[in-house]
């Protein structure tokens, strides 16, 4: 059995929360913040930006697409020149600069 990877966030009034990483389509930078979205199709804002965020994530599961992005591997459809398509059919923009990191 492959080993899942683990995510785990501990919120200000002391409370933990686990995340599987083959759970996690995508994490959404909104300033100070960072929305989790899930391939159940919710989605969990958490109080750590998207930075503190691709610290504690597995750089083998997770791409950081832009500022505003960071893509879990497993749900990238396609790979185009200015953006990604995942298997749901969102396209997210990728930034110049990680354009020739991805090709």
Known sequence: MIPQHIFQVQFKLGKRATF???????????????????????????SKTLSNVEERVNANCFLRINRKYLVNQKFISKIGRKSIVLLDGRILPISRRKRFVLA
Do not use: C, S, V, W
């Open 20 to 46: 599987f990483a083959n759970d996690i389509i995508f994490f959404e930078g909104e300033i100070n913040y960072t929305r989790i979205h899930f391939a159940m199709g919710k989605t969990r804002l958490i």
